[in-house]
């Protein structure tokens, strides 16, 4: 995630770091290309560019941003849904840190570790990591029944020492239903970051997008080459670097956990937990929290 003090006058112009550019300097490059070769055209045979006319793109940018504002739309919705729920998660380890809060520090520093196992696999999992990994340096004993979703299976673990505490005599049954109303709010996180995970926006509408945008700035300059002349140039970059800026920023939003620079920083959210949930442990030495670099947050 980007991570910015407001910018000024000069940033707006000169930032670089932070920005959508870099992903898509190529294709604006190549269009720059294009319009160079259009506007030579126009000056070398002006009769070949006389029957082009810019209205037709004129209603076609407009309907092009239209669509593209609804995808873009749809895109940070889902990138913002999955910032709440990563904050509920935040909410849901505090609430289960404060109830345990009374139990023996042997006791609940299994649930504590285990935890933070879950978060460590949940992270892995949303981005097609290892969660075995992840998960195994927080359990002293291999998670049971991790089967095909080892995140999960910790949690299942968790809930199990819940139950112990149970029959140990050690919490009530009240005070037990709490605890599992936390777990079940843990599995309602990992099931909504799933959701938006595995189901992508309809390939064939990205698709539309994709193409018309590419077409729309690809024949752009032969339309206004005859009247614009050079000045073809600076305004076919402005315009690609809007459609092309606006795509590749909805394809980083849509999948909101991965590593690019606008996506979730789980890194930092997992880490910050971590030490929330050592620190209730009693650990003396914690991992240090996760600074952005060069303004950007992992």
Known sequence: MIVRPKPGALDVLLAVRGSIMPQIVVRILTIALIAVGAVLVGEWRPQSLAQVSAIPFTLLGLSLSIFM?????????????????????????????????????????????????????????????DERAAIAPWFSHPVANAGINPTDAALRQVGRGCHALVREGLISDIHHSLLEARLASFAAVQGGCERIKTTPLPFAYSLLLHRTAYLFCVLLPFALADNLGWWTLPVVVIVSYTFFGLDALGDQLEDPFGADKNDLPLDALTRMLERELLEAVGAKELPPPLLPKNFVLH
């Open 69 to 129: 504002g609804f995808r873009n739309n749809a895109c940070y919705d889902r990138w913002w849904e999955g910032r709440k729920l990563w904050g509920q998660m935040v909410i849901e380890v505090r609430s289960f840190i404060r109830q345990t809060a009374d139990l023996p520090l042997g006791r609940a520093e299994p649930l504590l570790r285990g935890l933070s196992g879950f978060i460590h696999g949940l992270a892995a999992r949303l981005r097609d990591g």
